[in-house]
C-alpha cells in the first residue's frame, strides 16, 4: 500500500508524456497542411499601337479653304480612330481643294463631314459652279410637270400672269435643277411630286425670279436630254425688258425735254423718254409744256 502514490505517479508521467507526443505529432501534421502561396504570374499588358490622326491648329469658319500650314498631325490610338478622320495632312489636301462646312475650333479633329469635296459632307453649296446661286422656287403636280423632274435635269420656266387677260411668258431657258424638295441625289429618278425645286441660276436671273414670284405663277417646262437650244427671240419678250426695268429700278431718266417752236416762240415740253416707255411695256406717251408744271 506504501507504493500505491509511487505508482499513481508514474502513471500520471506516462500519460503525460503520451499526451505532448500526440500534440506534437498533431500540431506538425497541422502545419504540413497550409496551403504553400502560390506565386503571383505576371500580367502581360497589351502594348497600345499608335496612328497619327489629323486637327486644326488654328479656328477654322464657314468656308475657309483647308491648307496644310492650318493642320497637325497628332499621335492616337490606331484602333480608336474616329470615322471619317484622316491619318495624315497629305491625305486631308490631297484630293483637291476643300471648304470648311462646319467650324473648327483648335485642336479639334478635322472630319471629313466637316469638309466638303471628295467623300465629304453632302452640301447644297459643293454642288453650285463658280459663280452661281441657288433659287428655291414652289411648284405643284402641275407646274413641277407631275414629279417627273430631277436633280441634273434641265428645265426653261415661264411665268404665267392672270388678271384681265391670260399671259404666259418664257423667262429663262436651259436652267440646271439642283434639288427637288431636298433630294439632291441624281440617281433617284423616281417620279415625286415636289413642293419645291431648287434651281441654279446666275445672279441676275436670280433677281428675275424673285420679281417674277411676286408677279404671278412659275411654272417649269422640262428639256429633253442634250437640248441646250436657247431661243434668241425669248429675249425680246415683252416680260423680261419689264423684269430687267425693274431690277434697275429703272435707271433710264422717265422724261425728257423736248423743244417746240411756233410763230418763231420756242415751247418746252416734258415727254416720257421713249427707252423708258419700251422698258415698261409701251406705255402711252403725256406730252406737258413744261409752263404747265
Do not use: C, H
Not at 506504501?2 to 507526443?21: D, E, L, R, T, Y
Not at 436670280?206 to 405663277?217: D, S, V
Not at 417752236?261 to 409744256?289: C, F, H, L, Q, W
Amino acid at each position: 500500500m506504501k507504493n500505491k502514490p509511487i505508482i499513481m505517479i508514474a502513471i500520471a508521467v506516462i500519460f503525460g508524456a503520451m499526451s505532448i507526443f500526440v500534440a506534437d505529432i498533431w500540431l506538425n501534421a497541422s502545419s504540413n497542411a497550409r496551403p504553400v502561396p502560390a506565386k503571383a504570374e505576371a500580367v502581360e499588358v497589351p502594348k497600345t499601337k499608335y496612328a497619327t490622326i489629323v486637327v486644326a491648329v488654328k479656328p477654322l469658319r464657314y468656308g475657309d479653304k483647308v491648307i496644310a500650314a492650318d493642320l497637325a498631325e497628332i499621335p492616337w490610338p490606331e484602333d480608336k480612330l474616329p470615322l471619317g478622320a484622316y491619318k495624315s495632312i497629305k491625305q486631308a489636301t490631297s484630293d483637291g481643294d476643300r471648304l470648311v462646312l462646319t467650324p473648327i475650333e483648335v485642336n479639334e479633329l478635322v472630319l471629313r463631314s466637316k469638309l466638303s469635296g471628295k467623300d465629304g459632307r453632302a452640301a447644297l453649296s459643293n454642288k453650285l459652279a463658280s459663280g452661281m446661286r441657288a433659287v428655291t422656287i414652289p411648284v405643284d403636280d402641275v407646274s413641277g410637270v407631275a414629279g417627273f423632274i430631277t436633280p441634273g435635269d434641265r428645265v426653261d420656266i415661264v411665268l404665267i400672269r392672270s388678271g384681265e387677260t391670260m399671259s404666259a411668258d418664257l423667262i429663262l431657258q436651259n436652267v440646271k435643277v439642283i434639288t427637288v424638295d431636298q433630294a439632291a441625289d441624281v440617281r433617284n429618278t423616281g417620279a415625286k411630286v415636289a413642293n419645291a425645286i431648287t434651281l441654279e441660276v446666275t445672279s441676275e436671273e436670280a433677281k428675275k425670279l424673285a420679281l417674277a414670284k411676286a408677279m404671278g405663277k412659275l411654272s417649269l417646262t422640262l428639256r429633253a436630254a442634250g437640248d441646250q437650244i436657247v431661243k434668241s427671240d425669248a429675249s425680246k419678250n415683252g416680260i423680261l425688258n419689264r423684269l430687267t426695268s425693274m431690277m434697275e429700278g429703272d435707271k433710264v431718266s422717265k422724261r425728257r425735254t423736248v423743244i417746240v417752236t411756233r410763230a418763231m416762240v420756242a415751247t418746252p415740253y416734258s415727254v416720257v423718254n421713249a427707252e423708258y416707255a419700251a422698258r415698261n411695256e409701251g406705255k402711252p406717251v403725256r406730252i406737258e409744256s413744261q409752263s404747265q408744271q
